[in-house]
């Protein structure tokens, strides 16, 4: 099992930045792969961004790419998503989840990653 425990949302004016978190604990975090997704209000849960499990590559959603950032730090568990130039539509329950993807894997699907955390808000105010 992993458990995975999201932090670093809040309400933000448009334009700033916001550093979400997530750390793992239980089994080898190093051996998952990890990804953002989110889940705006009346709206189903989007992918965002991945890394694989060595943080040599990286995925993102054409709607975030050059405005957010994942890296990972295997040595602290822990997975992160450097959110920068926010927009209101960025407005939404941010989850991390953990998955044993492979480098080729399709890293979007949901269905992919094995354990979610819970969400982290983040509002973002015009």
């Known amino acids: 099992q992993v458990q995975l425990v999201e932090s670093g949302g809040g309400l933000v004016q448009a334009g700033g930045s916001l550093r979400l978190s997530c750390e793992a604990s239980?089994?080898?975090?190093?051996?998952?792969?990890m990804g953002w997704f989110r889940q705006a209000p009346g709206k189903e849960r989007d992918f965002v961004a991945a890394?694989?499990?060595?943080?040599?590559?990286?995925y993102y959603a054409g709607s975030v790419k050059g405005r957010f950032t994942i890296s990972r730090d295997n040595a602290k568990s822990t997975v992160y998503l450097q959110i920068n130039s926010l927009k209101p539509e960025d407005t939404a329950v941010y989850y991390c989840?953990?998955?044993?993807?492979?480098?080729?894997?399709?890293?979007?699907?949901?269905?992919?990653?094995?354990?979610w955390g819970q969400g982290t808000q983040v509002t973002v105010s015009s």
């Open positions: 239980g089994r080898t975090f190093s051996r998952y792969a």
């Open positions: 989840a953990a998955g044993s993807l492979d480098p080729d894997s399709d890293y979007v699907g949901q269905n992919k990653y094995r354990y």
């Open positions: 890394i694989t499990w060595s943080g040599g590559s990286t």
